[in-house]
């Protein structure tokens, strides 16, 4: 289970919830995109939350959701104490240290028609080609 200190139920909801489409409550404001989870509310609506959303919660443990490469991902120097990271894939991206957080497709074929290289190392869940001697390519493998 990678859930540390947040419940499986928040961790189901983290690893369901859409991000990036602007905020119901605060459409009129800048910095209105949904980027942030709040890892102690219970029964949002809205569970991705805004920057003005996150001001309202300041004594919460809040997440913030980044996009890389087309998916969404988390800063691991985030993460300590709340998610159990260890066995997961850590990507640089812009030297900066992250984990994807829901799977990645993974490409059969390639799509200039040559031969793939066998992977050495795979995600014993989706058998997505791993970097490193790691089981899992995202949060929600692990989970």
Same mark, same amino acid.
């Given at each position: ?8 139920? +928040? ?12 905020? *119901?409550? %605060?459409?009129?404001? &800048? ?7 709040? /890892? =102690?509310?219970? #029964? ?6 805004? @920057? %003005?959303? %996150?001001?309202?919660?300041?004594? %919460? $443990?809040? /997440?913030?959701? $980044?996009? *890389? ?5 988390? +800063?691991?120097? =985030?993460?300590? #104490?709340?998610? =159990?990271?260890? #066995? ?12 994807? /957080?829901?799977? +990645? ?6 799509? /200039? #028609?040559?031969?793939? $290289?066998?992977? &050495? ?10 970097? =490193?001697?790691? +089981? @899992? ?7």
């Amino acid at each position: 289970m990678a859930a540390v200190g947040i419940g499986a139920d +928040r961790m189901a909801t983290l690893l369901c919830s859409e991000f990036g489409h602007p905020c *119901a409550v %605060h459409y009129d404001l &800048r910095k209105n995109m949904c980027v942030y989870f709040c /890892l =102690d509310c219970q #029964g949002l609506n809205e569970e991705a939350i805004c @920057f %003005h959303c %996150h001001v309202d919660n300041t004594s %919460h $443990r809040i /997440l913030q959701v $980044r996009k *890389a490469s087309l998916s969404e991902v988390l +800063r691991v120097v =985030d993460l300590p #104490g709340v998610i =159990d990271i260890t #066995g997961i894939q850590i990507y640089s991206i812009n030297g900066i240290r992250v984990i994807h /957080l829901i799977k +990645r497709s993974c490409v059969a074929y390639s799509p /200039l #028609g040559l031969k793939r $290289r066998p992977q &050495r190392f795979a995600c014993v869940v989706c058998n997505r080609g791993l970097k =490193d001697a790691v +089981r @899992f390519c995202s949060v929600q493998c692990k989970v």
